[in-house]
Structure formats: C-alpha cells, structure tokens
C-alpha cells in the first residue's frame, strides 16, 4: 500500500483525512518541515492558527511559522530576531558608508570646483590676449577653433 499521508501525519503516527488542514502545507516529501515548526509551536497550535486564518493566508504562514521555527531552533535565545537584528545593523552601517561617500563626493566637487574656475579664467583671458593682439579683419582670417573659440566663418566684428 502506497502512503499518501501528508508530512505532519506521518509525524504524529495518525491516518490522514482527506480534509487534513496540514496536507496542503507539509508535502510528505519535505518531513523536517512539520517536524520543525512541530516542535516550536506544536501540531495542536499549528491547526488551530491554520483554521482561524482565511485559506489565501495559510500558506505564507506556513511559511513565516517555518522560517521562525528554524531560526529559534538554531538560535534559542533570539531567534529570528537575532537575524532581524544584524540586518538592521547592516542596514545603519551601509546607510553610515553612503552618507560619507556623498559627503566625500561633495567635498571632492568643490574643491575640483575651486580648482577649474581659475584654470577656465585663465584660459579665457590667454584667449582674449591672442585675439587683442590681431586687427579685426585679420581675426576673420584666423582658425580659433582649437583654443575653444567659434570658428573664423562667424564675423564678431560687423
């Protein structure tokens, strides 16, 4: 004869009705799933909170009382909470590593700000010579497109 009872059945040694609240949630293929959150929460708690919940919920809190289960029996003090807690952790240090970064990204800019206006005035004014030093209609004549100037086709001075 071919078993078809679910994982929490086989557990608890009973025969599986058809109408089993466990069956849906702990396949007989996966054991250590009932026998886990069994031993947390107990089969007589599980089924009492499987049937007070609406049929869409049960499987996420199947779910939810399994994660927990597993954390509490790794880490009987904390638990989950243990895990919830270094993930916080985690989340202020890396929150604490942007904010310095930006910080840093800031100061960078300003200081990069502070060190091209002058080389950009400088550039201007090296620009402005060169063209001072020319008669109006010589500057039509003058190719200033690599000293960043628009080209000679363009008249300034008409």
Known sequence: MISSRCAACKY??????????????FPPNDPQRFSCVHRIYGASNVGK???QLPSHLRSQAVDTMYFEAQYRLQDPVYGCVGII???HQQINRA??????????ISFLNSNAQEVE???VDQHFEANSNFINNFLPEQINTLDLS????PSTQTSWFN
């Open 12 to 25: 608890l040694r009973r025969r599986c009705p058809s109408d089993c609240i466990f069956s849906p949630y």
């Open 85 to 87: 807690s270094q993930l």
């Open 95 to 104: 929150e604490s590593q942007v904010a310095k970064i930006q910080a840093e």
């Open 49 to 51: 909170m499987l049937q």
């Open 146 to 149: 690599p000293y960043g100037l």
């Open 117 to 119: 206006e002058p080389q």
